[in-house]
């Protein structure tokens, strides 16, 4: 099982990136993805979440300026992050997981795990 996340840079506040996370190894159709943030000192957050239907859900920090997506090849997921702010810089990762039980936002709850892309916007 392989997540790769990519994408990642530094960019002034109010400026714009955008992630991928190619996914392989497993029934990618099967599982919901998400995207994490952890931030230096800080725990991983939920970002955002993307279920194989195409549902997605975001937390109220990133609402209205992140959109996460499917590629069409629907083994790759994407994050498009506008209107950067300082507070976004963090380690961003992408995680699948299986059981779509509990809250989307748990880590706990995710099965596979990438290894991260460094987002860091300066003001």
């Known amino acids: 099982v392989q997540l790769v996340e990519s994408g990642g840079g530094s960019v002034q506040s109010g400026g714009s990136l955008r992630l991928s996370c190619a996914a392989s190894?497993?029934?990618?159709?099967?599982?919901?993805m998400g995207w994490f943030r952890q931030g230096p000192g800080q725990g991983r957050e939920g970002v955002a979440t993307?279920?194989?239907?195409?549902?997605?859900t975001y937390a109220d920090s990133v609402k209205g300026r992140f959109t996460v997506s499917q590629g069409n090849a629907k083994n790759t997921m994407y994050l498009q992050m506008n209107s950067l702010r300082p507070e976004d810089t963090a380690m961003y990762y992408c995680?699948?997981?299986?059981?779509?039980?509990?809250?989307?936002?748990?880590?706990?709850?995710?099965?596979?795990w990438g290894q991260g892309t460094q987002v860091t916007v300066s003001s």
């Open positions: 995680a699948a997981r299986k059981l779509r039980i509990g809250a989307w936002s748990d880590f706990r709850l995710y099965n596979y």
């Open positions: 190894g497993f029934t990618y159709s099967r599982y919901c």
């Open positions: 993307i279920g194989s239907d195409g549902s997605t």
